[in-house]
T-cell receptor, first 111, second 112 residues
Framework: RKEVEQDPGPFNVPEGATVAFNCTYSNSASQSFFWYRQDCRKEPKLLMSVYSSGNEDGRFTAQLNRASQYISLLIRDSKLSDSATYLCVVNPGGGGFKTIFGAGTRLFVKA | NAGVTQTPKFQVLKTGQSMTLQCAQDMNHNSMYWYRQDPGMGLRLIYYSASEGTTDKGEVPNGYNVSRLNKREFSLRLESAAPSQTSVYFC???????????FGQGTRLTVV
């Protein structure tokens, strides 16, 4: 089993749709969780951190479920510019940024 | 706002050739990292450096060496390139809190 698993997609949605991605992780002791966004042939960039209490930033909401060991990302009112690959990132802790990246979920938003 | 700068952006090597990928950051970060990204595999950590003068192996270190030249610079060397090292390489850095990694633009390496 991979340490961080994501549905690779692609998810094809119309503008204005709501879309949700899930990501599961295997290490129950993991401490930090993030969603990164990666545009085609570009470097990953932090989209948002995921806290135990959840995190909302405009149209984006991230949730953490420690009991079931998954994190989610919800995008409301999708825009064309949301088309990208979304990477689930888990830091198992123990010092250092020994992060584990998921393979990513591709999203295409169509007009 | 340079952030993390990697060179070169593209490179083609023949099997057995050597090369060094350069990375520099201007954010005064302690930690620096080298990742490779292959289709369907996500980013995999090759080596990281928690501070100047220290380096540690990541998930896929075989075939690579690194040097943390100073706080700003962290280089990755391929001593004898193999086709399996064809990939996109990203350098990244983070501060001591390790709350976010900032990435360079990547190096697209092809080994033929």
């Amino acid at each position: 089993r991979k340490e961080v698993e994501q549905d690779p997609g692609p998810f094809n949605v119309p503008e204005g749709a709501t879309v949700a991605f899930n990501c599961t992780y295997s290490n129950s002791a993991s401490q930090s969780f993030f969603w990164y966004r990666q545009d085609c042939r570009k470097e990953p960039k932090l989209l948002m951190s995921v806290y135990s209490s959840g995190n909302e930033d405009g149209r984006f909401t991230a949730q953490l479920n420690r009991a079931s060991q998954y994190i989610s990302l919800l995008i409301r009112d999708s825009k064309l510019s949301d088309s990208a690959t979304y990477l689930c990132v888990v830091n198992p802790g123990g010092g250092g940024f020994k992060t584990i990246f998921g393979a990513g979920t591709r999203l295409f938003v169509k007009a | 706002n340079a952030g993390v700068t990697q060179t070169p952006k593209f490179q083609v090597l023949k099997t057995g050739q050597s090369m060094t990928l350069q990375c520099a950051q201007d954010m005064n970060h302690n930690s620096m990292y080298w990742y490779r990204q292959d289709p369907g595999m996500g980013l995999r950590l090759i080596y990281y450096s928690a501070s100047e003068g220290t380096t540690d192996k990541g998930e896929v270190p075989n075939g690579y060496n690194v040097s943390r030249l100073n706080k700003r610079e962290f280089s990755l060397r391929l001593e004898s390139a193999a086709p399996s090292q064809t990939s996109v390489y990203f350098c990244a850095s983070s501060d001591i809190r390790n709350t976010e990694a900032f990435f360079g633009q990547g190096t697209r390496l092809t080994v033929v």
